[in-house]
């Protein structure tokens, strides 16, 4: 009977038992994972934050699932791994030995280095306790102030927000996620938080945070400027969990690096999800993500080849759908562009593949409460970011996952002015005969 034992209980490591379950029944599967919250949905504690949800709809699974894939799970941390012996050092003291080890240990949130960043009240969200700290600390607060750019920062200040804390928002270029969104898409977000009386503070830097009876009591900008605040909120940036890895002797660039089946340079050793650094095809390089349905996708192929099957990773295009502002937000493919400015780093809800500059054109269309850039190839739609136009995420997803000849609707596109949301939802229906 083969030993299966899964380092970390995310979406991954879940997905890898499912894997092995469609080809080993028997094996034993062991989940190892230092959250006492186990698995639970992660982009889903942004709307927990908002009060939008209870905790309990986070949880995909349920009790009898775990116990459908015969899974057992074991609350500890891993603290070292010993190839050699193919066996797994934990906390609370036990040697767990494998047959084949999965490391779905996922990625930690760049933590705030400036004096004062130990503080209380200074909070970041990556697990659940995360959440259920910055909710307790913003029933108390007046003031907070969030850094950071990307999708995580924006849902610290709209949960925030929505717990009548009043946000100051810091951020270290000229504009909102820079290295993603184009100018405009940039400014709809900023505009739309200035309505919710968000207080933005561009090109600025925190350079100390001030304590008040040893909590966050306020902060200090780069320009001299002090904001008082009983909380600091932060999502700089992640980084892939490598640790395990590295001392083990497990090859890792920025994350563990894996080739198509998910193996690592090292025998009967597996990488996937936040934590795993994997092939882009397309982009002829080793790319980070940090999206959901990416680390699903892997677990479950890496979990297959752990069991025995052959199965290659192709890495579908990357695209994330959600919500900004009150704005629908769809990213797919690659979006990026020459102008695109600021740091290279990855934030949670991520994929490095966006910052591809594709050879396009640039297709848009603009009104006050809409935004669609579609980057056009010769015959293929590349990319896509679209806000306020729900409706336009799954035609886009089929179009530029499945690679569809786009020919007789390409000229009407780069048409100036054209009402690109028309055109597309009018090619879907000739297309699909709906
Ligand atoms: C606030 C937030 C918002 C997000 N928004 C989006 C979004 O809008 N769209 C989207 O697609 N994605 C989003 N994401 C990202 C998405 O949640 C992740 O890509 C996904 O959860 C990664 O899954 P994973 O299994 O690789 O890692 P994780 O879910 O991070 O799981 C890693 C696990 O490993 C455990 N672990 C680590 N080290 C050890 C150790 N030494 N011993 C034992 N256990 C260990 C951890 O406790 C954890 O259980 C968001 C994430 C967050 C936090």
Redesign the pocket.
Known sequence: MTRYVL?????????AAEGIRTADPDGSITI????PD??Y??????YLLTGEIDTQLLFPFRAQDFKRLNIHLRQ????RIRPAEKSVE?HPAAVVAYDRLLL????S?RPLTMPGSGLQGVNK???LED?RRLIQLAGNARSAVVVGGG??AL?LVEGLIARRVTVHYILRGKRFWSNVLDESESEMIENRLRKEGVILHPQREIVEIQAKNERVGGVRLDNGEQIKCEIVAY?IGTAP?T??AREAGILCDRGILVNETFHTNQAHIYA?????QIFDPDAKKYLL????????A??FIAGQNMAGRSVIYQKPVSF???RLTGLAITIIGAVGSAENIGPVEIV???SESWREVPLANVAEQETEHLSVRLMVGEKQILGAVVMGAPELSAPLLTLIRDRVDITPIRDQLLTPSASIEKILLEFQRISTGV
Do not use: C, F, M
Not at 32 to 35: C, E, Q, T
Not at 76 to 79: C, D, E, M, T
Not at 289 to 296: E, I, K, Q, T
């Open positions: 380092i970390g209980s995310g979406v991954a490591a879940v997905a190892i994972s230092n959250d186990g698995y949905s992660r982009p889903g504690l942004a500890a941390k891993a603290l934990i779905a240990t996922g990625a949130a969200l990556d697990h959440a999708i995580t849902e999502a969990r640790d395990l996937a999800g936040d934590a795993a993500d940090s999206l959901w349905s990416s680390a699903r892997q677990g994330n759908v959600t949670r809800g991520d």
